[in-house]
């Protein structure tokens, strides 16, 4: 009873009438026939902790008695009382079950444990402590908190001022190319870089380049798309210029182009955010900066396979999957050493060499 009235003070984004009617709506949207058990009464509770009680119980209907024995098992709580609980896969018990009467208690505690952050949290903090409390119930309560109302009117309003990124949820949709000239950080053959980005999964690749023109850049990206496949849409953060966008025309007629007229400010510091992580990748690195065009390779696998500030995740794990683990590697190679046709190697137990018969 403590909590109850701790809850009620600390609730003024919902009251318990606005409560029941939002809980009367939900059982109102379901079928005819799953109205009477679309919630769970405390009364029904009782009717089946009797049903588990006694073997031979006469509570209801033996349907009922079937539906109970199925669904629930009960424990006794620390003060003796019995409890009902979900009955979950392989006959383990659940989280206790809440009945209609406690979902006003049960749902806004929830919903303030998470910190008013929306339906999943709640749900995850319900499922915490109880079971047959439905989805569908968070879901609505958060449509009806004024707190979570005004915070969801703000970011909207904030939202529509800033451009939202491009989003896309496949690898090669939409790639970024960017030309850096690195001409006043080092001298070299080819000071230009041509930096491509995979807006998804963030994969990176990176090219030195002679100069900025067609016979530098399309080579570079053919050798890219003929790996990877040719991407749906291709985006420049600066501008194309005219025989750039012929050739690439051409060369892939259905890729889409996107170049952007960028203030050269923004062009700029763009370029050194990649260079400048770059330069200091190759100062821990490299001692020898005259020979950075043959690092880009190494660098961009060391981006590609280090976990992403913006997405929290490895590029490389995006996009070929997962890394086969240690232990399934020594599985493998277990399982070709106990086959009898090869010898170890004196050089390294990493290596074997195969015995190959001739068929003739
Ligand atoms: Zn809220």
Redesign the pocket.
Known sequence: MSTQQCNNKDID?ITREEFEEMVETFIQRKTPKFQAKALITAETVQDVLLVLKEKNSQVRTPSFRFWARKRFLSRKDHRGNWILCAREEHGNIGKPVCPKEELFDVITEA?INSN???RDP?YDWVKKSRSYVPKELCDM??KR?????I?RKTKESTDSRVEKPITTTRFMTILKMTLVDNRQQVRSRKPFILHVKDVYSHYQWAYALENKNVESVIPALYRLFCEFGTPSILSNTCQFTQDMINSMVERWPNMRLIHSKMKKDDIASQDSAFALQLTQWLQVNRTNLDFWPDCLFEFCCHLNTSTNSETGKVPHDIVFGKTVPQEDVEHIWASILSKDSHVMSDQSENIIIKLVTDKN
């Open positions: 984004w919903h008013h952050r929306g709640t309560l958060v908190c004024t707190h979570c109302t915070k």
